[in-house]
């Protein structure tokens, strides 16, 4: 069985973390997993994303 990916980029201030919150509350959405690649001191994006199934994992590492 092959599952859909997609991959949202682009520059800081884009839209990418509003696109996402968009498409999060289609309820076709609702079993969706979402890996958030964060760069940087201090992660936040994660923050940021409205779920309403709050499961969330901070890998300090930065590696999957």
Do not use: W, Y
């Not at 994006?45 to 499961?55: F, G, M, R, S, V």
């Amino acid at each position: 069985m092959r599952l859909p990916v997609s991959i949202i980029t682009g520059f800081l201030g884009s839209g990418k973390t509003t696109l996402l919150n968009r498409l999060l509350q289609d309820p076709a959405m609702a079993g969706a997993a979402v890996i958030i690649n964060e760069f940087g001191e201090i992660g936040l994006d994660h923050l940021l994303i409205a779920t309403p199934n709050e499961n969330t994992v901070l890998l300090a590492s930065g590696c999957i």
